[in-house]
């Protein structure tokens, strides 16, 4: 099957129409959220692993913006649009919507999961809490999976900075 990424790439009212369809046809949808800013095989494990859990996945990615808020200045090093075009060309990856508030709490809300999977470096506790709200309010399961080690973008960017 020959898929365009370009038409994964959605706004959040395309997403919460595939979402319905979805539904419908009594298909789990599988949510998870970053900033994915410079894609690694940690990332492609991740998605992969997540992708599992369901039958479509969807990947909420921060706006170049919303990156600079969370990063820093010098992030992202790939523009928005750029890392949603690398993730939809994912297999496991069906759909990407960009947001650019901190958290995910509406797109949570409008999208009603069934599946919530975030890194291994989050557990119940430390999921932001009004997000934990809106997914459970959701019904949606919240799954945890461990990263790979030595795969982060922070270190990457190290790694190239001290050659």
């Not at 998870?32 to 479509?56: M, P, Q, V």
């Not at 999977?117 to 009004?130: A, F, I, M, R, S």
Request: hydrophobic share 40%.
């Amino acid at each position: 099957m020959n898929r365009d990424p370009k038409s994964l790439i959605m706004t959040l009212e395309q997403a919460v129409k595939w979402r319905g369809k979805l539904r419908a046809a009594g298909l789990k949808l599988v949510v998870t959220n970053g900033c994915f800013d410079i894609l690694h095989r940690g990332h492609a494990e991740y998605l992969h692993r997540s992708k599992a859990f369901g039958d479509a996945q969807l990947v909420l990615i921060n706006t170049d913006a919303s990156v600079r808020a969370l990063k820093g200045p010098a992030r992202p090093v790939i523009d928005e649009y750029s890392r949603a075009y690398m993730l939809a060309a994912l297999e496991s990856v069906d759909a990407v919507v960009m947001f650019s508030n901190p958290q995910c709490t509406a797109e949570f809300r409008q999208l009603q999961p069934d599946i919530y999977v975030k890194g291994g470096d989050y557990t119940l506790d430390t999921l932001n809490q009004e997000e934990k709200t809106a997914l459970q309010e959701a019904g949606a399961d919240i799954r945890f999976i461990r990263f790979i080690d030595g795969f982060s973008t922070t270190d990457i960017i190290r790694k190239i900075q001290s050659e």
